[in-house]
């Protein structure tokens, strides 16, 4: 099997979902994304959504010049090859930003489990159906906002609330506290203030939510500021995660893990390099013991791709979905299936649940 064409479509949600206050920057995202569609000598095709930040055009212009040239004509069975002659590629001269060579690699993917009559997570290894689901909220404007959030995924049946504050310590520290009053001691919270502190104000920060029963403490420092998350790491009880926007999975995960920069690590399909890298990023942290939690991959056809990932992982405890849930289902012929705080995985070959051509249709600006 040979990939003869790819068709990249630059997209825009016209839809005015999200308000400016909701990203800390004050600017909102458009929701401008890619879909990406491979078509095969055999009849055979794929399709995806790709992550474009904020600019699609941008993002479409670099999977044209980078990636469609270089898959045009590769075999899609040939993942592993791929991958490493990529990696080798982008060090001479692409530098490509970490989002863009995702997208191919779960194509290349999807064309093989079609072919094999397989749903993507049986194909890859199926450790389990269903994976337990949270709510990750975006910035919210008080404190009670977040404490009504949680309370309301709780009474919805999520199994989990991550708290995404906007980064000024007073308020932050409110809000979860807040939220801890509401859903009570049992309810299982998160806090990803997203590296908005100094060390200092980190470490005071993880005492209090040690204090308050918080599950796991998200990037209070910059991914990359090795030092300080493994004093972090060492000091605090609470468990330090991260690692989702270190480029060149699983090779700089290795090195976060050996030295325990973290206590727990962080991969996705769209972010990480795609699902051959998801995957050698949760088998190496298995190898150390080390729990692998999927990241948000934000838009529901590429948050179905991190879900077969998931039923495919035993060291990943949870399926993580952006909140308000209904801003970023868009984009699948039919929701993903929740039930009983549960996202079940689907039974057909592939993603197992169409793209919606109609909404993806009426959102493209541009193809290439």
Sequence with gaps: ??????????????????????????????????????????????????????????????????????????????????????????????????????????????????????????????????????????????????????????????NAYKLHPPGKYDFDLEAHKKTREVVGNEFKLMSDPVAPYTFEQALRFGRELEKLNYYWYEEPLFDENFHNLRELTRILDIPIIGTEVIAKHPYSVAECISTRVVDMVRADVSWSGGITATMKTAHLAESFGVQCEIHTAIYHPLELVNLHCCAAIKNSEFFEVLVPYEYFNFGLKESIKVENGYAHLPSKPGLGIDLDWDFIDNTTFKKI
């Excluded at 009849?43 to 699609?56: D, E, I």
């Excluded at 749903?119 to 199926?126: H, I, Q, R, T």
């Excluded at 337990?132 to 949680?150: M, N």
């Design 1 to 158: 099997m040979k990939i003869k064409d790819i068709e990249i479509r630059m997209c825009r949600h016209k839809e005015p979902v999200m308000k400016d206050s909701e990203m800390r920057d004050g600017k909102k995202s458009d929701l401008e994304f890619l879909v990406i569609t491979f078509h095969t000598d055999e009849g055979l095709s794929s399709s995806t959504f790709g992550f474009a930040g904020r600019g699609a055009e941008m993002a479409g212009e670099i999977a044209n010049s980078i990636f469609k040239p270089f898959f045009i004509g590769r075999d899609p069975l040939y993942r592993e090859q791929h991958w490493h002659e990529y990696r080798t590629a982008d060090r001479w001269w692409n530098h490509a930003p970490i989002y863009s060579y995702g997208p191919f690699d779960i194509n290349c993917w999807l064309l093989s489990s079609m072919q094999a009559g397989q749903p993507l997570y049986k194909y890859l290894g199926a450790y389990r159906d269903k994976v337990p689901i949270y709510g990750s909220s975006l910035v919210l404007d008080s404190p009670e906002a977040y404490a009504k959030e949680a309370l309301e995924y709780k009474k919805r049946g999520f």
